[in-house]
């Protein structure tokens, strides 16, 4: 099959190539490449002009500071509309977002149209903020979600401007032109399965694909201090509950300084993340989350101890039986008490870091899920 996967997030669609290339089919990418991570596409739309040529950055910020207008989109939206005629004739599209152009609503519509018109089937992929997947989290009926900051905090309001704008008029309209063309709707972990069981879309649940051939399992011994990692990013900091980790590692720096070594970044390219991550025992991912997301996915991969979502509903689903993450919240005493477990009892590190590897092999392996 000839196979279209349009829009990048997390190394996601890059794996399901790698995935979908080993049973011969051909596999091609179209995306900005997620912005400062900087994965490969075969077709980028990213906006080279207004992020990278000096007079055109600050054409784009005196254009936002005057007319709230992302010239970026516009930028992404021509380079998508010249890619179209290398666009044609595959037998699947999938889109990894509503919003997989990043541009504006009315011309992504446009151009869906176009895209749409010259294929054959339209599959959808739920992985990460979407319209019903908002829409749901705003009735504040889940134990927690990426919105509880706001729900304790009106102040945050600002930080949720992107997350808030998928409910709104133009953004839900690019939502229902798709679901009207759509032939699958997929979701790729319990985050988004959960609330899109309480709307009336048909949804089909396909875990993310990790390439475990690519990231090796290296048991990673500790020869002196037990190396802490956390990344940020500039975008989820709030919504991701990155503060109770920072206030976390705070403590566990002062009760174990000599036994530990920290590592926090921010927003850093992919490569570069990876290798820092590499050194890591333990990962700190996120806080609001039932399931891992991809980032977590990939350290669990390598034999770290991540703390991330694991909550009763992800262990239910997948029927386990052996500790494969940690269950991060909301609560500092209870990060770091179990951070302090794990440093005091380096075993545990091990023995986790090895159920995590073998949970990925058998519920996320690439060419599975491909």
Partial sequence: MRILLVGEYSRLHNSLKEGLLTFGHEVKIVGTGDDFKN???????????FNKNLLFKITKKVIFRLFKIDLRKLERAIRFYNFLPKLKNFDVVQLINSDAIETFSDWEIYLYKKLFGQNNKIFLLICGEETPII??????????????PLFKDANFKEKYFHTLNYTFKKKRKVY?????????????????????EQTETKCYFVPNPVNIDKIQYVQNPIKDKIIIFHGKNKYGFVKKGSVFFE???HEI????????EIIEVNSLPYLAYEKLLNRAHIVLDQVYGFDQGYNALEAMAKGKVVFTGAETE???????????????????NYLVSELSCLIENPEKIIEIGQNARIFIEKEHNYIEIA
């Fill in 253 to 260: 720096k002062l009760k174990y300084n000599d036994k530990i």
């Fill in 135 to 148: 829409d749901v989290l705003l009735k504040n009926n889940l134990k927690y979600s990426i919105l509880t």
């Fill in 39 to 49: 994965f490969p596409v075969d077709f980028s739309i990213d906006a080279v002009w």
């Fill in 176 to 196: 229902d032109f798709i679901l009207s063309k759509a032939d699958k709707i997929l979701v790729s972990d319990l985050d988004y399965k959960i609330p899109m």
């Fill in 247 to 249: 206030k976390a590692l």
């Fill in 314 to 332: 992800f262990h239910k689903h997948y029927n386990l039986t052996k500790k494969v993450a940690v269950n991060a919240l909301d609560d500092v």
